[in-house]
């Protein structure tokens, strides 16, 4: 069966630091990826999706990238964090464009 | 410009009733719909997806309808119970992509 992993769980950074959070699904091949982030209260907003390897289409434009440099592994960076960065941080696995499988999350503050 | 609206406001409803909420589209034409639950610090979760030329899907206690026409879908859970309180997020197909609303809370009281 299939597994979608986030780390870290929780992490709080100082405004300014670099960020970066991993994504690996098991269980699945050429998956379409996607980084999402949630404010609290709020809806999901699509930050990067990928369809293949070093393929990344972004959504929104800010300080964040993504990269895939394995075909199960999605990686989100910052060089340098805002306090506006802070939220719950999803990435998401699907097959054929449809269903998506979404990890644990990992929820950013900061400060 | 594209907009999915949900409920806003939290549904509060007496165990066993039924529970029905609403996501409304404009300027979208997805070729399917999907439901997912979400739960306090986790992901979402997926329930059920239908397609533009359906108009409803059941999955036990879920029924799911769609009309293109309204640009609406229902999501309806008979026989409410506590557990199934949590937040509740529709989402339309955009090519690769789903366009999440913001979702509608759900709670069941005992």
């Known amino acids: 069966s299939q597994t979608i992993h986030q780390w870290p769980a929780t992490l709080v950074q100082p405004v300014g630091s670099p960020l970066s959070l991993e994504c690996t699904v098991e269980?699945?091949?050429?998956?379409?990826l996607y980084w999402y982030r949630q404010a609290a209260g709020r809806g999901l907003q699509l930050l990067f999706y990928?369809?293949?390897?070093?393929?990344i289409s972004s959504e929104v434009p800010q300080n964040l990238s993504a990269s895939r440099p394995q075909d199960r592994q999605f990686i989100l960076s910052s060089k340098k964090l805002l306090l506006s960065d802070s939220g719950f941080y999803l990435c998401?696995?699907?097959?054929?464009?449809?269903?998506?499988?979404f990890g644990p999350g990992t929820r950013l503050l900061v400060l | 410009s594209q907009k999915i609206e949900q409920n806003s406001e939290a549904l509060n409803i007496q165990e066993g009733k039924t529970a029905t909420l609403t996501c409304n589209y404009t300027?979208?034409?997805?070729?399917?719909l999907q439901w997912y639950r979400q739960d306090p610090g986790r992901g979402p979760v997926f329930l059920l997806l239908?397609?533009?030329?359906?108009k409803e899907k059941r999955k036990e206690r879920l029924k799911v309808t769609f009309d293109t026409t309204l640009k609406q879908s229902l999501f309806h859970i008979t026989a409410s119970q506590p557990a199934d309180s949590a937040t509740y997020l529709c989402?339309?197909?955009?090519?690769?992509?789903?366009?999440f609303g913001a979702g509608t809370i759900l709670r069941v009281k005992s």
């Open positions: 998401a696995w699907s097959q054929y464009q449809e269903t998506q499988y």
């Open positions: 269980g699945t091949s050429n998956p379409n």
């Open positions: 990928s369809v293949g390897i070093g393929q």
């Open positions: 300027n979208y034409s997805p070729a399917y």
């Open positions: 239908i397609r533009e030329n359906e």
């Open positions: 989402a339309l197909g955009d090519g690769n992509k789903l366009v």
